[in-house]
């Protein structure tokens, strides 16, 4: 249950991360700016979940968390994003 935290808040930054003006910087760019404001929110989960409390090693989990959650999310936003983009518009009946 505490893995939730940190995939919601992956999810999240994946989806900010496919937002208009992020979507014109370049991949390297963009992943840099994950990998910058993931790692600090995988650190944010452990402590808000407490996991610190038993050990540090939580955050060697939930910083990949948060990263493979921001990724797969932002792929996944960039396929529904081309698809919608390449289905006709409808015109007026």
């Known amino acids: 249950m505490n893995e939730v935290l940190p995939l919601a808040l992956g999810g999240l930054l994946g989806l ?4 208009r003006p992020l979507r014109r910087l370049g991949r390297v760019t963009r992943g840099a700016l ?3 404001v993931g790692a600090p929110l995988g650190v944010l989960a452990t402590v808000v979940t407490g996991e610190f409390r038993l050990t540090w090693g939580f955050v ?34």
């Open 16 to 19: 900010l991360a496919s937002v």
């Open 34 to 36: 994950l990998a910058l």
């Open 60 to 93: 060697l989990v939930d910083i990949p968390l948060v990263l493979l959650a921001a990724v797969a999310t932002r792929v996944l936003a960039a396929r529904g994003l081309r698809r919608v983009s390449r289905q006709p518009s409808a015109g007026p009946a």
